[in-house]
């Protein structure tokens, strides 16, 4: 799939309990003969297949960090640590909460807890951090349409040349102050109005070349809001998933 000499890796992040979407996105991945594949985090929340979810990222053996939401189930902290821009968003995070505390099994929740907050290592000349929000809180929202500054400054303090994240389900890159910074977007419950699986291929042939390439997989959506309804989670969260919402 790719040319001899260069180096593929993928990014996932936010799969919130989708299983049939994670096993679209690695169908895909094995298909494009992936060399490397990150988990960025929040494996859990919001989807009805919390369990199943961890079983398979555990098993493939995927490097993982922690996100927000793995931490607050993990250490049943009473919160996912989430941002809700209004009511409605607070009753279904409310309710999501609940589910997954008490969906999520000992053992996984124990897995959860041992999960790494960030990530590093070089690749091609390229050093590489890896976090779930940014490398200042794990649930800060680095949207793409922050004030440059916010970028400009987290560029002056970083020692990787390449910050990949999540947490904001909407995938972007762009450069600041000589970082690349990447948005992995989501690969379980997409923001963008895409209804597909997302999630954010890196090509590397040296420090000089890097291709970033945003894919995105369809799966079976309805079947994952059929599963929500039947958790007895909110009617608006399975809309949700059936709009990219």
């Not at 094995?30 to 919001?46: K, Q």
């Not at 189930?73 to 009753?91: H, M, T």
């Not at 916010?150 to 890159?173: I, M, Y």
């Not at 992995?184 to 970033?212: F, H, I, N, W």
């Amino acid at each position: 799939m790719f040319a001899e000499g260069a180096v593929s890796m993928a990014f996932f992040s936010d799969v919130h309990g989708n299983a049939a979407a994670l096993q679209a996105v690695l169908d895909d991945l094995r298909a494009r003969n992936v060399e490397r594949v990150y988990c960025l985090g929040d494996l859990v929340g919001y989807g009805p297949q919390p369990n199943e979810v961890i079983d398979i990222v555990r098993s493939s053996g995927i490097s993982t960090i922690a996100g927000n939401y793995d931490d607050g189930v993990g250490f049943e902290r009473g919160e996912c640590g989430c941002y809700y821009p209004d009511e409605d968003a607070r009753r279904i995070g409310d309710a999501s909460y609940a589910f997954t505390v008490r969906e999520v099994t000992a053992e996984n929740k124990a897995w959860l807890r041992l999960l790494p907050r960030e990530l590093r290592f070089e690749e091609a000349g390229l050093r590489f951090h890896l976090v779930h929000g940014s490398p200042r809180r794990i649930n800060e929202y680095l949207l793409r349409d922050r004030d440059p500054r916010t970028f400009e400054r987290l560029a002056r303090t970083e020692d990787a040349d390449v910050l990949v994240f999540g947490h904001t389900h909407v995938p972007w890159h762009r450069r600041h102050g000589g970082v690349l910074f990447i948005n992995a977007g989501s690969a379980g419950r997409p923001k963008d109005g895409d209804t597909r699986a997302g999630y954010t291929l890196v090509r590397l042939l040296c420090r000089s070349e890097v291709q970033v390439t945003v894919v995105r997989v369809p799966y079976d959506v309805e079947r994952t809001a059929a599963g929500v309804l039947a958790a007895g989670l909110p009617a608006t969260l399975a809309e949700a998933f059936r709009t990219g919402a």
